[in-house]
Structures are given as structure tokens and as C-alpha cells.
């Protein structure tokens, strides 16, 4: 007999997240002594899960009472209860609380309160996690209370599950019954005189297991990790040659820091790191990147002089001892370890750096072992940090506190103050001894702690981090946070947490129907996106690696407007906003960078951090044959940055009409390109028109090129943007111009030299025959070769395959996508004949060598309708982490961690490829083309202000606007226009056969 997949998880509240028995209690008794009732706590059990009515019924016992008074009776108690609820707070959770309904939504579960108390609103206002919720049923939403079924049906339906699709939590006999005449499974907590009458019963709320309960849905991804339940990456075996993979691909982060997806006990030789925004030093004289700062959360377990746990450098490949887990959509690392012999039967840690506090991450060790078993905790602060490229500090200054533990330095280069602290808070167990351990770059607490009686011993570590460039004094900062951390305690912090993830998804979640392995793919790239963004600033970038690690200096490529942006615009404008402000922020920057190289305006750096100068160095990798550097020109031929950013901040306005941002930084940032374009142009005599000479175009293994068509297009763009910007502000808000006229020293001449470059730019057109377009001036003329074969040429397998000698320079062999890219760019601009016959010849020609290449044309085939081959490329493309694909350190230098460009391309091939969204100026194209398997694919879009949920398959798309839309948003759908109104929804039924559509 099939098993009923659960859907919904309804939780009683007292008892089960909270314990207000004792309030109702002491409520009770002094209704009780004021009538002279006789009451006492057994009585009080006879209570439990009972209405209000019928407990006072059982209180009064023979005695009758007219029912003015039966009322007056009621709100009397219910007075003194409420008024004993005022001092309520989150530390009034149970233990295990908000795990257990974190883990019921993580499962992808939808979450509800089913309780008899009419209080229960105003017990989750004051334990503050209402919004954890999706639905709450109360007393008074029905008239029956438990052991009646009604309360939990009532709360299905509020959920839109079937009874039988849902499981509920409870701690009284009266709610098991009722989950049980409802039809749902139900689980009890609490001794089984009481619930053992329940499917599933467990001691407590701290010790439900949901795998038991409901077994997770898992499924392997190819040859690497298994996936669970659409949200969890599980590692099921420790191979020491992929630590530097699964740290990376399980880091946890918040755009403020990255911490990286080791365990406790591990050293910087396992490449444990922190790396924090905002503090670029350069050590070597050569490579400037962000620091990782000391690990704050070092832990190591002994039991008699011996480690519990294992090291990185064990094989490992039993499940039963060693399983390790992201949970993607709370960002919380997880490591399950249960040792094979010893008093230790199990110990869980799990992890998370808070969205709601960027400052701090929390740890939470939980050691199952026997009770009496003395173990020693070594925890607090491990200075010997993982850095690539030097010590960046100073100095290093321990601070030690009777609560609380910290280390202070100063960066190298700049003397910027960072200041991390730790607190520890343990609970279960008995201190018996406690002393400090310091060394010049340690500092830690060393705790003999006794197991207690249940043998569950919980260990709560908080680590925080400042810098200067956050607050003044960072010491103090962390210091504070540290304390009220741990005083605030793990659950608190985890449900803060829990609830800023879920702002989030609710706009960026991309939901695929029909296929759990992809949906858990696509997830994951899209979290890596979202931590990799510093959403709480204006004035950093998205790094190409993110915070995952040191790698390209956390700093922003192209990648950041081309690959990261599409998915911010379309779902938090105003990040996309941040981002676009930081480009404005760092243009005096890109303007030293152009005079530096004889040109004008702003030539943006390949490699831009914190101030927007060139950060990217002469000589990036190194001939592993001869073992000399090689000389790239990244950073002074790759000049397409410039109109790739003014191309964005085309797209950004039409997809948000913020015109806003367009007066007061945008427009400076679109003249100071086109400056820069004015002067990087050649014109050629020969022909009367302008070239783009000596250039390096997407495909990085073909520098020194004249007339790359990406760059040329992208250019184009930027001049007719430039010059359309100028007369429309000229126009309509002419002080606009006059404050850039007296700042910039703008004159009409340049606008006249703008619009004479834009008509006489080289124009590239596509082969009348073959529909082919040239990706730059000679390139047809190069050896045609396939990537296969040429790698048979190589004479080591980590030769760099580009400039100036590599096997691909002087063949048609290309790095990724660049005629192609184009096509996501600007798509349109060209036919489908013309891009259909582009796709096809480059594709063979291509070596991925970059983890940009197969996303980008994914979405092209998507759009292209070729599905299959689509979906293929999605998935290589989306699994690039997750697999370990690419080596970390290609050509001798270390370019590892999270491909972060890759993370976001995901949701552009999810959306506007497979989705097929379009924004246009006046309306929005979705015309979806779902792979087999997909049954639906929903999603949400930001369109000028307004909200749209479109929830499409291949035989219907239904568009829904939220209530607050202050204007109607037109789409076409395969071809057929609709509005869709605030608040109302229109579907539209497809025949993608014919390519009809009937509404």
C-alpha cells in the first residue's frame, strides 16, 4: 500500500512549542480560591487540551452556576491568565520549538497552529514567531473543541491540504484524539499513559525526529551529492580530496560574511575560513582580497584525552557514522557523526550565519552519550587563518572576558580594525572545571563537563564579527552581540533567522512541480545567489566567488551586472538598486582607470572591490610547463565591462521605471561609458566607420581581437542609450543636465560626437546564406578544430588554453559563450533563424572552460524551444559546485570556491528561459517551454512596481496580481495579450503544438 505523502505539520501550542500550563494553572487556582473550588495540580493535568468551557465545567465539579456566571467566570480566569502572559518571551519556546517547525518548512511542509486556546495570537505575538505560520486555528475559529476534530480540519483547510496529508504535533490525550478522528497522523509528547495512543510518541518536544515520522524523499545527483525533500544537500561520505569542495559547496552566509561549510573541530589546513565583506588588504604587494578572520566557533570534544570526533584527513564512507547536510533554504549546516565505539552514541552540530543579525553566526553542538560521561570542550577563537595571499593583520590582540572571548587586529595595508568575539552557553551537562588556554593566536575555553541524566548534553556557541567599517568601536560591537546572543539562546536566534529566509523566498523561490531532483538544484544555486549579495549595503559588489573564499578577491567582474543582477531586478528591485548604486559609487574609480590607460570617461575594472580601481594584476596565471607568469590582458582589453553596465541600467529602468535612480546616478554613469567609448573608438579612413581595436571579448581565450561583435553590440546600446538619455532629460528635467553640464564638463559637442559614432559604428551582419555572424574580424580565418581533439595537443592537463600561447588562441576553439551571449543580451535583435544557426555552430566550438557557458546557452536552446538539450545544459551548468567540476586551481592559480555568476545565471535560464520571460517597455512576455517531467513551473516577477505570480505548464499559464499592484500589468502569453488587475487573475490555455493560443 502506497504511503500518504505529508504535506502540512499542525502543531499544538501549549505543551508542545511553549509551556503556559503553569499560567493556566495559576489562573485556574485563583478562580478556584476566590469560589472555594477545591484545585491542585493533578487536577490541573485533567486540563490539559481542553477548552476553557469545559475546564471550568470539570472545575465546578456539581457545583451549577447560571450561565451569566459561567461566562463572568470564563473571562475572570482568562483576565488573570492574559495578565500573566505579559511577561511572555521568545524564552518561554521549549526546547527544540523552533527546530521542529524550522524543519517541518525546510521540508518544503506548510506550518499551522491548531489550538484550543483563544489566547493563542497573543502567546505567538509575544513568543514572536507569528510569521513562521501559514495558518492559525484557534478558539475561536470553531465551536468544538478537542477531542472534537473540527479545530484541526478547520486548520487543514485554512492550508488548502487533505486531512490525510497532514501530521499533528500534540502534547494532551483530548489532541491526539482529535488528530486521530480528523483522519491525520498524529504524534504525541509526552509520557504514554497520556499519548501513547499516538502513531508516533516521543518523550518531548526537543526529541520529535521528522525522519521518523515522515521519511525524507532523496535522490543522488549524478555521481555526487544526494538531495532531500527539494531544499537539502546531503554529503553522505568524507573523501579528504573533496574538503575543499564541500566546504565550499556547504558554506553558510548572509552577504555580510561566508563561513565555510566545515565542522568544529577543524584547523585552517582544512580550509576553514570566514571571510568577511569590506575588508580588501593587500599583503604581498600584489593580491588585494578580503580577509578571513580568526575562526570564532573552534570546538573540539575529548572524551579522555581523545578526540570524538574525526579529522579531515580520515576516509569515511559509512553514512551510519558520518553525514553532513546543507539545508538551502535556512542556510544550516548540519554534521551527523556517530562514533563507533565509546560513551558518545551520537553528536549533531548545526550552524547558521543570521539574516537577521549579519554580525553573528550561531552553533549548536548536541552530544548524545552516556549519562556521567566526562568530556572536555576546548572552544573559542583559532587566529591561525586560511589566507591565500598572506597575513593580513598586523597584529592580533586576545581580550578575555569571565563571558565572553574575543581577539582584535589591525589589516595590514590599511589598518582596518575587525574585532571577532565568542560566547558559549551550555546546557544538559555539569561544569566541573573551567580554565583558559592562549597562545599567540588562540584563545580558548576549556571546559570538564559531566553528561547529565538524560545524556543529552547541548552545547551553544555565538560568534560575532565587526569591523571599523561598520562601527567604531568593533570590540565593543562584537563583544555586546556576543552576549546577547548566547543569552538569547540558539532557538531564538535560529527562529529571527528563519524568518528573514522566508522574506526572501517568498519573492526569489522558483517552485518546479514534477521533478524534486532539479527543484533542489535549482535551489541551491539560487541561495548561493542570495548569500553571495551584500543586500545590506550600496557601496559593495557581488564577488565572482562570493564570500565562499578569498578567490578573485571578492570582487565584481561582469559577471555581477550580466549573470547575478537579472534575478534581484526582477524580484528585489531595490538590491538590484544597491548594486547598480555601487557601480555610481566606484565611477571615480573606472575614470582613473581610462586616464591610467590615455582614454576618457569611465573604463570600469575587470576586477573591481571596494574603491573601483583595477584590482586585477598583469600576470594572472602561471605556464605550468615553464613555470612563468603569463602575461592576460583582462584587465586593460576586456572594455566591454563598461557598456555591459550601461546596458543593465537599460534593463533595470525598463523592468522598474525608477527614474529616479536614472536623475541622480544613472545618467552619469551612461555619459561617463559613452565618454569612454568616444575615445576608445578608432575611426577607420579605409571605410568611415568606427572600429573597436585590440580587445578581449567574453571568449577569454582570444585577446587582441579587432571588431568582437559582443563588444560592438553592447557598445552600440550604450551610445543610443546615452544619447536618447541626454535629449530626454534635456527635455523633461534640464536641471538634470545642467548640474552634469557644470560637473561632468558635459557639452552638446559630445553629444553630437555620441550620436555621429553610434551611426558609423561597424555594423556586423549575419551571412545572407548561412545566417552566421562573425564573433570578431578574422575569426572564421582560424584553424576549425573541436575541442576534443585539441585537447589532445596539451602537454599538461592545467595548461591555460588562451593568450598568448595556448592550444586554443589560434583555432575557433572559444572559452563560452560570446556571439551566443549576445542572444541573452539583446534578444530582440535577432531572428530566430539567425540565432538558431549561431547556436549550432558555436556550441560544438565551445569548451566550457568557464562555468558561465553551458547556463547561457541553456537558455537559448530554452527559448529556441529545443527543451531537452536545454534541460541537459541547465543541469551541467547547475551542478558545477555541487559535482566539483573544475579544478580549484587551474594554470597555479587558486580561483576555487562558489561559482557565484553560475548560481544566478540559474534562475535566468529557470525564468527567462524556460519561463520565457521577456520585459519589455510596455508589457511582459512569458511564453513557457517546461522539460518533460516539469509538470509546473511558478515563480514570481517585479514589474514597475508591481507584483506578479505566474504559475505556468505547457497546457496552461494562470497570472496572478497581487492586491497592492497600484496598475493593471499587460502580458502576452504565446502570442495573446491579457491584464492582469490587482488582485485578479487571468489563465490562458496553450497548445504549444501548433503554437496556438486559446484563452
Known sequence: MPVTPQRAVIFDLDGVLTETAEYHYLGWQRLADEEGLSFDREANEALRGVSRAESLQLLLGDRKVDPATFDEMMERKNGYYVESLQGMSPKDLLPGAISLVVDAKRRGMLVAIGSSSKNARFVLDKLEITGLFDAIADGDTVDNAKPAPDLFLAAADLLGVEPAHCVVIEDAAAGIDAALAAGMIAVGTGPAERVGHAHHRFDATRDVDPTVVCPPAEARVGHGPMVADGWVVIDDHHDPDQVINVATSHLTGNGYLGYRGTVPEWRASATVGCTVSDTWDNADGKWAELCNVPNALFAELAHLGQPVAINAEQVLSDRDLLERRLDVRYGRQHRIYGPASGPVHRLVDERFASMDQRHLVAQRQRVFATPGTRLTLTTGIDGEVWSLNGDHFAFVEPHIHDDALAMRMNTTERGLPIAVAHAVGVHGGRVQAERIERGERELYRVLDIEVGDDGLLVIEQVMTVHTGNDVEYPLVASLELARSGVADGYEILLARHALAWDARWDRVDVRITGDPVTQAVLRYNLYHNVIATPMHADHLPIGARGLSCQAYQGAAFWDQEVFNLPMWVHTFPEVARNILVYRHKTLDGARRKAADLGYTGAFYAWISGDTGDELCPDFFFVDVLTGRPIRNHFNDWQMHISPDIAVTIDGYLRATGDTTF????????????????????????????????????????????????????????????ACQLWDLLRDEQPEVVTRLRSELGLSDDERELWGDILDRLVVIEPDPQTRLLEQFEGYFDLEDIAPDALRERLQHPDEYWGWPNGIAVHTQVTKQPDVVQLFVSQPEHYDRATVEANYDYYLPRTQHGSSLSRPMYALVAARLGRVAEAEQ???????????????????????????????????????????????????????PRLPEGWERLQFGLAVRGCWLEVDASNDDVVLRGHPDNPTP?????H?????????????VGLDLTTELVTS
Open 873 to 927: 545544459l541547465f543541469l551541467r551548468g547547475a551542478t558545477v559546485d555541487l559535482l566539483a567540476d573544475s579544478h580549484p586551481a587551474p594554470g597555479g592559480t587558486f580561483i576555487g570556491g562558489i561559482h557565484v555568476a553560475a548560481c544566478g545565471a540559474t534562475w535566468q535560464v529557470a525564468v527567462l528561459g524556460f519561463g520565457g520571460v521577456h520585459v519589455r517597455t510596455d508589457h511582459v512576455e512569458v511564453a
Open 975 to 987: 502570442g495573446q495579450r491579457v491584464t492582469v488587475t490587482a488582485g485578479g487573475a487571468e489563465q
Open 662 to 721: 536614472l536623475a541622480e546616478r544613472g545618467a552619469e554613469i551612461v555619459f561617463e561609458v559613452a565618454r569612454f567609448l568616444a575615445s576608445f573608438v578608432y575611426l577607420r579612413p579605409a571605410d568611415g566607420r568606427y572600429h573597436l581595436l585590440r580587445l578581449l571579448g567574453p571568449d577569454e581565450y582570444h585577446e587582441n581581437v579587432d571588431d568582437n561583435l559582443f563588444s560592438v553590440e553592447q557598445s552600440r546600446v550604450a551610445l543610443a542609450e
Open 969 to 973: 500589468v499587460t502580458v502576452d502569453v
